[in-house]
T-cell receptor
Framework: KAGVTQTPRYLIKTRGQQVTLSCSPI?????VSWYQQTPGQGLQFLFE???????NKGNFPGRFSGRQFSNSRSEMNVSTLELGDSALYLC?????????FGPGTRLTVL | AQSVTQPDIHITVSEGASLELRCNYS??????LFWYVQSPGQGLQLLLK??????LVQGIKGFEAEFKRSQSSFNLRKPSVHWSDAAEYFC????????????FGKGTKLSVKP
């Protein structure tokens, strides 16, 4: 079974721009979660989608949004980028009881 | 508030030596418990998990972890470390009904001396 895929793997943007990241979960998994990883704050939960519905959201500003499509693929969007948004963004695909992570997207904001 | 504490930021062990990484959680009920490993620039790989039952769980790569309810701990162990085990290790909890929200510790970076 193929694992979780994330595209792109690396992104460089400038402040004020917006960015969209994509995540394809493991086949058959309907839940996708997103996390932000930074050296200072560690791993923080952004939001979780299940069957195209956001079920849970972390403590992030409204600039961070996401969606899920009928094939379970998910995207997250960050608008009006700030320097502090530079991070590794990880997507996780959840089976019955366990989350499996993708390789992440490294976002650098200049 | 729910939290996960990994008290050791960085640990260095010699190759072939035993390893124990500590993890304590703060939560009223027993959550689901996980250990993940991350190599530089990579995502997280699941090592093992505990939901209920036998408190000693076996994982991949020769790792095991023991759940101790009285101490709210879930420590990770390996009897003999290999150079390829050098990575960062994260303990995580998922409170029941949290809907995909894993709470992570800050991680422990493991270095292995030849």
């Amino acid at each position: 079974k193929a694992g979780v895929t994330q595209t792109p793997r690396y992104l460089i943007k400038t402040r004020g721009q917006q960015v969209t990241l994509s995540c394809s979960p493991i086949s058959g998994h309907r839940s996708v979660s997103w996390y932000q990883q930074t050296p200072g704050q560690g791993l923080q939960f952004l939001f979780e989608y299940f069957s195209e519905t956001q079920r849970n959201k972390g403590n992030f500003p409204g600039r961070f949004s996401g969606r899920q499509f009928s094939n379970s693929r998910s995207e997250m969007n960050v608008s009006t980028l700030e320097l502090g948004d530079s991070a590794l963004y990880l997507c996780a695909s959840r089976g019955v009881d366990t989350q499996y992570f993708g390789p992440g997207t490294r976002l650098t904001v200049l | 508030a729910q939290s996960v504490t990994q008290p050791d930021i960085h640990i260095t062990v010699s190759e072939g030596a035993s390893l124990e990484l500590r993890c304590n959680y703060s939560y009223g009920a027993t959550p689901y418990l996980f250990w993940y490993v991350q190599s530089p620039g990579q995502g997280l790989q699941l090592l093992l998990k505990y939901f209920s039952g036998d408190t000693l769980v076996q994982g991949i790569k020769g790792f095991e972890a023991e759940f101790k309810r009285s101490q709210s701990s879930f420590n990770l162990r390996k009897p003999s470390v290999h150079w390829s085990d050098a990575a960062e290790y994260f303990c995580a909890v998922e409170p029941p009904g949290s809907q995909g929200n894993l709470i992570f510790g800050k991680g422990t970076k493991l270095s292995v001396k030849p």
